[in-house]
């Protein structure tokens, strides 16, 4: 039996891990890209218990720290920054994952999160670029089991890799920079998310650039590069232009909204991992993902994906 079949049944099963609403659809959608050839296709990937894992199988009732989460751990504050994070997450965390909360409710209540810890983050006047360093290669995140392997495939395949993230851009940077696995490549990857300003004297944690982003306004990719000016900004339009084909991944409904704003989209691919309440959320995530991974700690299926692509 050929691995295209064997990809082609795959998508059909009645796999645990895998659900797909329409699987002729999805096949149909991936024959299009797959037509298209690598030259027309890009990654939009989120990083938070997207590219990173949620939790592992021998604790999969603990969540693995997020990005803010080693901010908030690993980097020295002091214990009242800490509790004003903790209680934070503890109180914002379920409301961002509750499905039942109007948008419009949702969007202050994570603006009010995001503001209070990154406030308290900043106020402990103790962070260096160092200590984020540091902070990264001693905490438990980690990427979900070959993550490496995808962006190897798409740095040789010449596939845009852009990552966009409501989490903590620095934390993002140091750890596909400075953990193994090392998995950063200038050539093909660009990174948008919330970056931290340092004071050019005492080299310490002095705010948040703007502008903010969070779980519910992670669109205009594009626009969000220019504002940021980062390292990468003068390519990104190169970068990305005359390829109308993404391959999306996140964790979050909102995720699906990082394709707003791209130009001339022909397909997209949306592959949604689930790793909270998922008896309660499953049904809702199927209709909004292609493919929804249940419960997964690996990047198996988009690697297997990125294989069939290939043949």
Same mark, same amino acid.
């Given at each position: 039996?050929?691995?295209?079949?064997? +990809?082609?049944?795959?998508?059909?099963?009645?796999?645990?891990?895998?659900?797909?609403?329409?699987? %002729?659809?999805?096949?149909?959608?991936?024959?299009? /890209?797959?037509?298209?050839?690598?030259?027309?296709?890009?990654?939009?990937?989120?990083?938070?218990?997207?590219?990173?894992?949620?939790?592992?199988?021998?604790?999969?009732?603990?969540?693995?720290?997020?990005?803010?989460?080693?901010?908030?751990?690993?980097?020295?504050?002091?214990?009242?920054?800490?509790?004003?994070? &903790?209680?934070?997450?503890?109180?914002? *965390?379920?409301? %961002?994952?509750?499905?039942?909360?109007?948008?419009? !409710?949702?969007?202050?209540?994570?603006?009010?999160?995001?503001?209070?810890?990154?406030?308290?983050?900043?106020?402990?006047?103790?962070?260096? &670029?160092?200590?984020?360093?540091?902070?990264?290669?001693?905490?438990?995140?980690?990427?979900?089991?070959?993550?490496?392997?995808?962006?190897? +495939?798409?740095?040789?395949?010449?596939?845009?890799?852009?990552?966009?993230?409501?989490?903590?851009? $620095?934390?993002?940077?140091?750890?596909?920079?400075?953990?193994?696995?090392?998995?950063?490549? %200038?050539?093909?990857?660009?990174?948008?998310?919330?970056?931290?300003? +340092? $004071?050019?004297?005492?080299?310490?944690?002095? !705010?948040?650039?703007?502008?903010?982003?969070?779980?519910?306004?992670?669109?205009?990719?594009?626009?969000?590069?220019?504002?940021?000016?980062?390292?990468?900004?003068?390519?990104? $339009?190169?970068?990305? !232009?005359?390829?109308?084909? /993404?391959?999306?991944?996140?964790?979050?409904?909102?995720?699906?909204?990082?394709?707003?704003?791209? %130009?001339?989209?022909?397909?997209?691919?949306?592959?949604?991992?689930?790793? *909270?309440?998922?008896? !309660?959320?499953?049904?809702? *995530?199927?209709?909004?993902?292609?493919?929804?991974?249940?419960?997964?700690?690996?990047?198996? +299926?988009?690697?297997?994906?990125?294989?069939?692509?290939?043949?």
């Amino acid at each position: 039996m050929s691995k295209q079949h064997d +990809f082609e049944s795959l998508l059909s099963s009645n796999s645990p891990s895998i659900k797909i609403r329409n699987p %002729e659809a999805v096949l149909a959608k991936i024959q299009k /890209i797959k037509s298209d050839t690598f030259s027309k296709l890009m990654f939009i990937s989120d990083f938070d218990a997207t590219m990173s894992k949620h939790h592992t199988a021998s604790a999969p009732d603990i969540r693995l720290p997020s990005t803010f989460g080693v901010i908030e751990m690993s980097t020295g504050l002091p214990p009242s920054a800490q509790k004003i994070c &903790e209680d934070n997450y503890k109180k914002y *965390y379920p409301k %961002e994952m509750d499905l039942t909360i109007p948008a419009d !409710e949702k969007l202050k209540l994570m603006i009010e999160w995001w503001t209070s810890s990154q406030s308290a983050m900043v106020a402990a006047n103790v962070i260096t &670029e160092q200590i984020i360093i540091d902070a990264v290669k001693k905490s438990d995140v980690c990427l979900r089991d070959d993550t490496d392997k995808l962006l190897k +495939f798409c740095n040789e395949s010449k596939i845009p890799f852009l990552v966009f993230s409501a989490g903590c851009g $620095d934390i993002i940077s140091s750890m596909l920079k400075h953990k193994e696995p090392i998995c950063w490549t %200038e050539e093909n990857m660009v990174l948008i998310s919330n970056m931290l300003g +340092f $004071d050019e004297g005492t080299g310490i944690l002095k !705010e948040f650039k703007a502008p903010l982003i969070h779980t519910l306004n992670k669109k205009n990719f594009v626009k969000h590069v220019k504002e940021f000016q980062t390292k990468n900004s003068k390519h990104v $339009d190169g970068l990305v !232009e005359g390829r109308n084909n /993404i391959i999306l991944m996140g964790d979050h409904l909102g995720d699906v909204n990082m394709k707003c704003g791209m %130009e001339d989209i022909n397909e997209c691919l949306n592959i949604g991992f689930i790793n *909270y309440k998922i008896k !309660e959320n499953l049904e809702t *995530y199927m209709d909004t993902f292609d493919v929804v991974l249940v419960n997964d700690e690996t990047m198996d +299926f988009p690697n297997q994906l990125m294989e069939y692509l290939k043949q």
